[in-house]
């Protein structure tokens, strides 16, 4: 239990750090790049599209190192996966945090009236925050019989790495991926049409 407490705190803080890296590249060097040659900034629905495509890229790399992982264990069960594999992950991650997520707040604020930010500010950590950890929630239990189920000891030893990846294999993990997949898919059409129809209401304007 403590080296499984100190492995989700590891992570917690790779994934924070690889958000902090990609918003710092994105800021400094992508955006202004952008504008200083191209005179382009990057609208908000396409913010959110990229952030979808991230999340599709994401979810469909945890598919490829999933078969990798499975097909590794049946082959060769003493031979660990190198941590090389996770990398795109966090890269993916990051990325699609940036675009989308944090891309959610600056247009909470750029898009209310002044006298109306604080409240925009607000319905958008509600959808981001509460919503969301509500939706999760909820697959976490509908979906609970789906991942690793590790057998319940009351001895202080941990089940070994060997155990775990047993467990894994043995898990539902791929298929709850593919719905992850899906309903990314899904808001990846609804930005795209989005920032469709954004276009041609803006070229009615102009008309």
Known sequence: MQRRKKSQAARGLQILSSVVIASAFNGTILYPFLMRRYKYKIPFATKFAIGNICAVLCVGWSLIVDRVIINQYHTNQNEHLNLVWSIPNYVFLAFGETF??????????AIAPIELRGFGTAINLF????????IST???SIFKGWF????????????SLSEIIKYYTESRIPSFLWILLGINVIGLVLNRSEEHTSELQSRQYLV
Do not use: C, H, K, W
């Not at 959808?127 to 509500?134: I, K």
């Open 100 to 109: 989308a997520n944090i891309s959610s707040y600056e247009a909470a604020f």
């Open 127 to 134: 959808v981001r925050s509460g919503l969301a950890a509500f």
């Open 138 to 140: 909820a697959m976490d």
């Open 148 to 159: 690793p189920q590790t057998p319940s000891s009351s001895s202080s030893s941990s089940p």
